[in-house]
Nanobody
Framework: QGQLVESGGGLVQAGGSLRLSCAAS????????MGWFRQAPGKEREFVAA????????SYADSVKGRFTISRDKAKNTLYLQMNSLKPEDTAVYYC?????????????????WGPGTQVTVSS
């Protein structure tokens, strides 16, 4: 059984940056597409970014395009999300996830593994 654990969340001022990491253990996720989702209080979980199994294809939500960058280090079995120019509306719990297949997906139900989440709070 695999585990995903996020880190790197915190409190940052608007315009600042954070880098989230997601460490995988218990199994290798290197052959699976992975993604980041977020959920704000009172809202549904929403897609943020995804990367395919080899790291050469990515997808982003329109709301973060040009500000966030997803990447993966297969040797370290780790997924990253670099977040720049953060806005108060980016405040949410951010979740790392993995599929059981190679290609990108943007719907939460297409993902099989989830981390517990890390809080990101952006102050204005």
């Amino acid at each position: 059984q695999g585990q995903l654990v996020e880190s790197g969340g915190g409190l940052v001022q608007a315009g600042g940056s954070l880098r989230l990491s997601c460490a995988a253990s218990g199994r290798t996720f290197t052959n699976y597409a992975m993604g980041w989702f977020r959920q704000a209080p009172g809202k549904e979980r929403e897609f943020v970014a995804a990367i395919n199994w080899d790291g050469y294809s990515t997808s982003y939500a329109d709301s973060v395009k040009g500000r966030f960058t997803i990447s993966r280090d297969k040797a370290k079995n780790t997924l990253y999300l670099q977040m720049n120019s953060l806005k108060p509306e980016d405040t949410a719990v951010y979740y790392c996830s993995s599929r059981r297949s190679l290609g990108i997906a943007t719907i939460p139900t297409d993902y099989a593994y989830w981390g517990p989440g890390t809080q990101v709070t952006v102050s204005s």
